[in-house]
Structures are given as C-alpha cells and as structure tokens.
C-alpha cells in the first residue's frame, strides 16, 4: 500500500544512523573536553556576550540557508511546473523533479573537494555567493524566457547546484571549528536548532510571496536572504587561526595530549 511504501522509505533513513552510533560507542573523548567537563552550564554559555557574535554567525548563517534551501526544494514542483507549463503527465513531471534533485549529487562532491582545499569559511562565503547570484539571475531572466522552457530549466539546475555546494556543508562545519570542545557540542544544537526556524519560515513565505507578487519577487527575496548570509559569514565568522579545515581540530588537542604524557613521563623519571 502507498502508506506501507511511505513507512519504509522513512525507516531506511535511520540506516545510517545506526551505522554512526555503533561507530562512536567505544570512542573516548578528547584531552580537552575531559578538562573541561561539567564547568559550564547551558544557561550561563549563553550569557557570555562572545557566545552570541558567534552564536549570530553560526545560528544566523545556519537559519538563513534554511529559508532558501527547504523553501526553495519544497516549492519546486511550482517553480518547474511555472517553467514547462502545468500538465497532467505525472511520470514527465516526477522524472523533471528527479534531474533537478540530482544536481546536488555533484555540487556536494564539489564542495568537499573545495572545504579540504580552501577552508570553511571561504566556501560558506563564496557559496551563499553563487546562491544570491543565480536566484538574481534566474528571477530577472524568468519572465524574459518564459518561452524557452529548456534555457530556464537549466538556470534552475544550476541554482540547485549552488543551494547544495557550499552553504549546505559549511553550516554543519563551522560550530565544530568555530566553539571550543567543551561548549561545541551545546552551541552546534542551538545552531541546528536556529536553522529548522529557518525552514520552518521558508516553507511558510514561499507561497505566499508567490501568490502576490510572483516568481521574480520571490527570487529576488531569496536572493536577499543569502546575500545576508554572505555578510554574517564574513564578519561573524572567526574559526581559530591555526584550524584551515575541520580535518584539523584534532591536531591541538593531539599536541596537548602528547605533551602531558611527556611532562608525566619527566615525573616518574
């Protein structure tokens, strides 16, 4: 039955979970989450004044790709049903929406690659960049080719493409590199938390924006959205100088470690 078929499809989710929790059980914690654990409370973390500038890069940037990435992916079948006209073809329809998907496959590996090379911060930046451009480019260009289906539909695809390569990775990144190891793991949360009210209003404004003024406004509403989060991004991000990458974190901590085993080592001796 269909809702058997929705069942399943939401359980093969929890597979890789699954996976990830096997993997961390025997794992210890780090030298300097052990020093600092149990020292700071939730409540007085969010009382430091320098928790909240980071709190508005991490939390902001994390709630403004939100608003354009789930309002933008759940209002696609509007947006490519405005593109190639409404029909009643559901198999041309579904296998529309499968390519459009599918673009995120290699914008992701893209952003990978380009994190490991050149940074967090950079791809964030330069990702919310791109995002901020083809929702200018396709909302200006989308009345003008309204009668070349293909020409939009590619713009689309792209717009996609650059909605998974940065911002997408970045903003799961930055509050591990961004917060110490004792208060990461609460800060990451709130972030997280910060970026489901950023879905929560990009499925709520799409339509409605839609309705009144149409696809180009609502372009370009978007397009202001991750313009602001060019502007968090660069003047509220701040991981720590010696961190390039996430590969990284460990390499401090790595070096502490080590030299309080030497120091010990010294005192037996």
């Known amino acids: 039955s269909d809702e058997a078929q929705w069942r399943i499809l939401f359980a093969v989710g929890a597979i890789p979970s699954v996976f990830i929790l096997y993997g961390s059980l025997g794992t210890a914690d780090s030298v300097e989450f052990r020093r600092n654990k149990g020292e700071i409370s939730t409540w007085s973390l969010l009382q ?14 994390w709630l403004i790709y939100d608003v354009v990435y789930y309002g933008t992916n759940l209002f696609s079948p509007t947006i490519v049903g405005k593109i ?23 914008a992701l590996a893209l952003g990978i690659w380009c994190q490991q090379r050149y940074g967090t911060k950079p791809l964030q930046f330069w990702g919310f960049l791109f995002i901020a451009v ?3 480019i396709l909302g200006i260009l989308f009345e003008p080719l309204k009668d070349q289906p293909k020409s939009l539909f590619t713009l689309y695809i792209i717009l996609l493409f650059s909605l998974n390569f940065g911002a997408n990775i970045t903003t799961f990144i930055l ?10 793991s609460t800060m990451n949360g709130i972030s997280a938390a910060l970026g489901k009210v950023g879905a929560i209003i990009g ?23 991750a313009l602001g989060g060019v502007v968090l991004t660069h003047f509220t991000i701040h991981p720590p100088k010696e961190i390039h990458n996430i590969t990284q974190l460990t ?17 037996l001796t």
């Open 48 to 61: 430091e004044k320098s928790n909240w500038h980071k709190l508005l890069g991490t939390g902001g940037c």
């Open 84 to 106: 190639f006209g409404e029909g009643d073809d559901i198999k041309k329809e579904a296998w529309q929406n499968i390519v459009v998907q599918s673009a995120g496959i290699p």
């Open 134 to 136: 083809c929702f200018l």
């Open 175 to 184: 509050p591990a590199e961004v917060y110490p190891s004792h208060v990461r």
């Open 203 to 225: 499925t709520i404004i799409y339509q409605p924006i839609y309705d009144q003024f149409g696809i180009t406004t609502l372009m370009c509403v978007a397009a202001v959205f």
């Open 251 to 267: 390499q401090p901590e790595a070096e502490r470690e080590l030299k309080d085993t030497e120091e010990a080592d010294q005192m």
